[in-house]
C-alpha cells in the first residue's frame, strides 16, 4: 500500500499536485466515478411508465366505469398506483431494481385479463383499455428488465 500520509505543509505545493496525479488509486476511483455516473440506464422508460401508471389509475373515470364497476376501478387504481411507484424506483435507483422489469410485465398480464376475472360483464372500451395499458405495462417492463440485465452484465465485465 502507497505512503498517503501528507506532511504539514506540503498540501499547497506543487508537488503535491504532481503526486496526486500518480496516485496509485487513481484509475480505480475514476472507474468507480464512472460506473457511478453511469448507472442511469433505464432514464427513456422512466416518463412512459410513470404515464401508463398514471392514465391506469385514472381510466375508470375516464373511460366512466368507476359507478358500474367498482372492483375494477379500485383494482385499476392500486395497479396504476403501482406501475407510477415501480416507475419512480427505476428513476431513483436503476441499478437495484433489476427484477422490477419482469413483476411489472406480469403486472401487465394481469391488467389484460383482470376485466373478467375482477369485473362482472365488461363492455368493450373497458376492455380495450386494460388491454393497451397492459400490453404497454408489457413491452415497456421487458424493456426495463433487458436494459437492467444488459446493465448487469456490463458491470460484471469490467
Not at 385499476?76 to 410485465?105: D, Q
Not at 373497458?126 to 426495463?144: E, P, W
Request: proline content about 6%.
Amino acid at each position: 500500500m502507497a505512503d498517503v500520509s501528507r506532511h504539514r505543509g506540503d498540501l499547497g505545493s506543487s508537488q503535491h499536485r504532481q503526486d496526486l496525479g500518480s496516485h496509485p488509486d487513481v484509475p480505480e476511483m475514476q472507474a468507480r466515478y464512472a460506473q457511478m455516473l453511469g448507472g442511469r440506464r433505464t432514464m427513456p422508460m422512466d416518463g412512459p411508465l410513470f404515464l401508463v401508471g398514471l392514465y391506469c389509475a385514472i381510466s375508470p373515470w375516464v373511460i366512466h366505469f368507476s359507478a358500474t364497476q367498482p372492483s375494477l376501478m379500485i383494482m385499476n387504481l392500486i395497479a396504476g398506483v403501482a406501475i407510477g411507484l415501480m416507475a419512480l424506483a427505476f428513476t431513483i435507483a436503476p441499478e437495484r431494481t433489476s427484477g422490477l422489469g419482469l413483476a411489472m410485465s406480469a403486472l401487465g398480464v394481469w391488467l389484460i385479463i383482470a376485466p373478467w376475472i375482477v369485473g362482472s360483464h365488461p363492455d368493450k372500451g373497458i376492455i380495450i383499455s386494460n388491454a393497451v395499458i397492459g400490453g404497454l405495462t408489457i413491452l415497456l417492463g421487458m424493456a426495463c428488465a433487458g436494459i437492467a440485465m444488459k446493465s448487469m452484465r456490463h458491470s460484471r465485465s469490467t
